[in-house]
Nanobody
Framework: QVQPVESGGGTVQAGGSLRLSCTTS????????MGWARRAPGKQRTFVAA????????FYADSVKGRFTISKDNTKNTVYLQMNSLKPEDTAVYYC????????????????????WGQGTQVTVSS
């Protein structure tokens, strides 16, 4: 099953932490980059972070750099998004997605390059 499934959202106070998880099939996990995006209320979906299929390269949006960490666990076919020092402006629905290109060399922030999307998980940061 290619369709990724997210979990781990919730409500947290500003300055707190949450960890999101995204699980997909073993074949997808091993051969395609994975990314996270978010949609804040009333705004378009935007790129958050991505990790290369091999796990040896990551990229972050400027707004989360230094606070969020994307990683993958090969034994669980799971990608994580560790979110620290959360701010109210991080409030959004967070989506996990699969890169459309097999073993892409460079990571992409273009969300049109991601084919399969999860259902999303809500993250709410209160001030």
């Amino acid at each position: 099953q290619v369709q990724p499934v997210e979990s781990g959202g919730g409500t947290v106070q500003a300055g707190g932490s949450l960890r999101l998880s995204c699980t997909t099939s073993a074949r997808t996990f091993s051969n395609f980059a994975m990314g996270w995006a978010r949609r804040a209320p009333g705004k378009q979906r935007t790129f958050v972070a991505a990790i290369r299929w091999s796990g040896d390269n990551t990229f972050y949006a400027d707004s989360v750099k230094g606070r969020f960490t994307i990683s993958k666990d090969n034994t669980k076919n799971t990608v994580y998004l560790q979110m620290n020092s959360l701010k109210p402006e991080d409030t959004a629905v967070y989506y996990c997605a699969v890169d459309r290109r097999w073993k892409r060399v460079s990571l992409t922030t273009d969300l049109t390059e991601y084919d399969y999307w999860g259902q999303g998980t809500q993250v709410t940061v209160s001030s």
